[in-house]
């Protein structure tokens, strides 16, 4: 026959502190991230993508460029826009980013047609088409007037 081991009352306490201190632990690790995205000019970024980088889901920022989203700490989060650097900075409680433009993808010189892309200047100039000679005829392209 086993001898039956009696725990002592400071002993059950001790073992249900440590318990209490490893769940609470576990459960901080999670912050609440709250932003703010601005531009080059100090004006707010309406719309930019916040994710944590290798996580799925994410947010957007609102009309005042502010965001919220639930983090573990010394998470990356990823900040991005069109037109517009990536940023990626580490998970804190406030963060206040600034985006930079991309040179690299202007969209100044882009305009945008019915089935695809041209560029700006192939668009930007002035037909004029002459009057017909015989109003029954039309022009076939703007060459041939």
Known sequence: MMKQVKFKLPLRIFTLL??????????????????????????????ATIRVVGA???????????????ANRGDKISISYIGYEEAIVDAAPNLNVLLKEDVAQSLNEVVVIGYGV????????????????????????AQSS
Do not use: W
């Open 118 to 141: 041209a560029k700006k200047k192939t668009y930007s100039s002035i037909c004029r088409l002459k009057p017909l000679s015989k109003p029954d005829k039309y022009c076939r392209s």
């Open 56 to 70: 799925s889901g994410g947010t957007i920022t609102d009309f005042d460029g502010n965001f919220t989203l639930n």
């Open 18 to 47: 440590c318990g209490m201190i490893l769940t609470a632990s576990a459960f901080a690790q999670q912050i609440t991230v709250n932003g703010h995205v601005k531009d080059a000019t100090g004006e707010a970024v309406i719309g």
